[in-house]
């Protein structure tokens, strides 16, 4: 491997980003929304059950319902119901997936909400920066496509 080879997955996603890339650098203060696929498997399990234990974005149920228009007001209310204590994070979702109960695309969106208008924040409230999730797979264009970890 050559030192200016990529080796981390984070690295290889963004190296693999940057090759496809085209035109002027965007705005840095433009708020970007990456969307994972419920079904993607890393490190062998459903990215979303990796995701569960890291310490993610937290989302109240009443900041939730200030964005209905976002996507469909059906996730909305599928985030309310899913919700524990007023709020969502990636463990919730996560045991949501886990149950069956729910299409996981409609949890997609949940998640996504969560991603969009959510806080970083641990389990007790206190802000953390969320470590990214292995696998995660970016949504353009051309669809699904690039490094899984």
């Not at 899913?82 to 949501?96: M, N, T």
Request: hydrophobic content about 40%; proline content about 11%; aromatic content about 4%.
């Amino acid at each position: 491997m050559s030192p200016a080879t990529p080796r981390g997955a984070q690295e290889r996603a963004l190296a693999h980003v940057a090759g496809r890339a085209f035109g002027p650098p965007l705005d840095p203060g433009l708020r970007v929304t990456l969307t994972f696929h419920p079904d993607r498997l890393c490190d062998g399990r459903p990215i979303l059950d990796t995701m569960a234990v890291a310490p993610g974005f937290r989302l109240e149920v009443r900041e939730l319902l200030r964005h209905s228009g976002y996507r469909g007001p059906e996730y909305v209310d599928l985030g309310a119901r899913i919700a524990v204590g007023g709020v969502l994070d990636p463990h919730i979702v996560a045991d949501a997936a886990r149950t069956g109960d729910h299409d996981p695309q409609a949890l997609k969106k949940v998640w996504h909400r969560l991603a969009r208008f959510g806080a970083p924040g641990t389990a007790a409230g206190q802000t953390a920066r969320p470590a990214p999730a292995r696998g995660a797979v970016l949504d353009g264009p051309g669809g699904a496509a690039g490094p899984a970890g």
